[in-house]
């Protein structure tokens, strides 16, 4: 195998100036850096990450930790996060926590045992034994999806990168109101979750926009899993009054109301409309084809990555929240006509920010 000093020698420069070239720790002349790279190209040099790891003190690694097993939705932000962390050079290390906040201290200890330089976490609904480790060991962290509220006396210095969750869900309430709907349900993801707080905050603005009172019988937790919404479901449909249109608060809930409505024989939305938050691959091959809101799932992965690597360039730099926004993804589930001359969704941007920008707070 082919050493520095090999590559050196071959482009006539020192083994200082290579490492410097892998390194990126000085400059190096345009002709000098090309020379190097040439080399290296020609003698098949590959460097010894191990070693360098030594010198540096990192590892060009990052470690992440979402349930992506379980959930389709952390599986399109695990592909944001890898496309960031490759286009910089990063290897990744994964780890599903289960979205149990004792499994999800260990896997956090067992990723920073393994000296990647920094964290991506979507944190559990109990994230104070996960917060006490990171802040104990000083570790560079980014939290995605799900925020976190800083205790008190904790010195947060934590990133953290979601999609906007009250409006986009109040335009989904709004959208059935002006279909003529008056109880209007909610399946409500797992309490704790920043995200459920922020979904109920905007199903209840949606229905104090239409003029629609707030029912808490309207509102049933599906935990954030498909089981659990289906039980949630079934205790709506079974009210006195039962809901004429429902709002699903993620991807696997929508799966579990759709059993649930199935089980009763009901269809959408003929008996009951259904709008969800979360788009997915085969949101349009549903009859009716489900209208969604969709989250920049890739992106929020990819800002998370931007977010860390500028948390390590500068590690004191005071802390950030940035949202991205979402899109109003029209189809027939809510009881809409199919568009004429359309054979896909409708698609409104509900931010005038570019998704690749965000807010920022």
Same mark, same amino acid.
């Given at each position: 195998?082919?050493?520095?000093?090999?590559?050196?020698?071959?482009?006539?420069?020192?083994?200082?100036?290579?490492?410097?070239?892998?390194?990126?720790?000085?400059?190096?002349?345009?002709?000098?850096?090309?020379?190097?790279?040439?080399?290296?190209?020609?003698?098949?040099?590959?460097?010894?990450?191990?070693?360098?790891?030594?010198?540096?003190?990192?590892?060009?690694?990052?470690?992440?930790?979402?349930?992506?097993?379980?959930?389709?939705?952390?599986?399109?932000?695990?592909?944001?996060?890898?496309?960031?962390?490759?286009?910089?050079?990063?290897?990744?290390?994964?780890?599903?926590?289960?979205?149990?906040?004792?499994?999800?201290?260990?896997?956090?200890?067992?990723?920073?045992?393994?000296?990647?330089?920094?964290?991506?976490?979507?944190?559990?609904?109990?994230?104070?034994?996960?917060?006490?480790?990171?802040?104990?060991?000083?570790?560079?962290?980014?939290?995605?999806?799900?925020?976190?509220?800083?205790?008190?006396?904790?010195?947060?210095?934590?990133?953290?990168?979601?999609?906007?969750?009250?409006?986009?869900? $109040? %335009?989904? +309430?709004?959208?059935?109101?002006?279909?003529? /709907? *008056?109880?209007?349900?909610?399946? !409500?993801?797992? =309490? #704790?979750?920043?995200?459920?707080?922020?979904?109920?905050?905007?199903?209840?603005?949606?229905?104090?926009?239409?003029?629609?009172?707030?029912?808490?019988?309207?509102?049933?937790?599906?935990?954030?899993?498909?089981?659990?919404?289906?039980?949630?479901?079934?205790?709506?449909?079974?009210?006195?009054?039962?809901?004429?249109?429902?709002?699903?608060?993620?991807?696997?809930?929508?799966?579990?109301?759709?059993?649930?409505?199935?089980?009763?024989?009901?269809?959408?939305?003929?008996?009951?409309?259904?709008?969800?938050?979360?788009?997915?691959?085969?949101?349009?091959?549903?009859?009716?084809?489900?209208?969604?809101?969709?989250?920049?799932?890739?992106?929020?992965?990819?800002?998370?990555?931007?977010?860390?690597?500028?948390?390590?360039?500068?590690?004191?730099?005071? $802390? %950030?929240? +940035?949202?991205?926004?979402?899109?109003?993804? /029209? *189809?027939?589930?809510?009881?809409? !006509?199919?568009? =004429? #001359?359309?054979?896909?969704?409708?698609?409104?941007?509900?931010?005038?920010?570019?998704?690749?920008?965000?807010?920022?707070?």
């Amino acid at each position: 195998m082919a050493t520095m000093v090999d590559v050196a020698a071959h482009a006539g420069v020192s083994v200082a100036t290579v490492s410097h070239v892998l390194n990126d720790t000085r400059p190096v002349l345009p002709h000098t850096r090309q020379a190097v790279l040439d080399a290296i190209d020609v003698l098949g040099y590959t460097p010894n990450t191990l070693a360098r790891s030594l010198v540096t003190a990192r590892t060009r690694s990052i470690g992440l930790a979402v349930s992506a097993i379980s959930n389709p939705y952390f599986t399109e932000i695990l592909q944001g996060v890898e496309a960031g962390a490759l286009e910089h050079g990063y290897g990744l290390l994964l780890a599903d926590p289960h979205d149990d906040p004792q499994h999800e201290r260990k896997v956090v200890q067992l990723l920073h045992e393994r000296r990647v330089d920094g964290l991506i976490v979507a944190p559990s609904a109990d994230p104070d034994a996960l917060l006490r480790y990171l802040g104990q060991h000083n570790v560079p962290t980014v939290f995605l999806d799900r925020l976190v509220k800083a205790p008190a006396d904790h010195p947060f210095r934590f990133d953290q990168v979601c999609a906007e969750n009250a409006e986009p869900m $109040a %335009r989904l +309430v709004g959208h059935l109101a002006e279909r003529g /709907h *008056r109880r209007i349900g909610l399946v !409500a993801g797992l =309490p #704790g979750f920043s995200t459920t707080n922020e979904r109920i905050s905007g199903y209840r603005h949606g229905l104090a926009g239409a003029g629609l009172p707030y029912d808490e019988r309207l509102v049933a937790h599906g935990d954030s899993e498909a089981a659990a919404a289906e039980r949630a479901t079934d205790a709506l449909l079974s009210l006195a009054a039962p809901p004429t249109a429902l709002v699903t608060g993620n991807n696997a809930m929508t799966i579990g109301a759709l059993r649930a409505l199935r089980e009763r024989g009901l269809s959408v939305p003929d008996d009951l409309a259904l709008c969800c938050f979360d788009d997915f691959a085969w949101a349009d091959l549903f009859a009716p084809r489900l209208t969604a809101i969709s989250q920049p799932s890739k992106e929020i992965g990819a800002q998370a990555v931007r977010l860390l690597l500028e948390r390590l360039a500068s590690p004191d730099h005071p $802390a %950030r929240t +940035v949202r991205l926004p979402c899109a109003f993804v /029209h *189809r027939t589930s809510c009881g809409c !006509a199919e568009p =004429p #001359g359309t054979s896909g969704a409708s698609h409104t941007d509900l931010s005038q920010k570019s998704p690749a920008k965000g807010t920022l707070s």
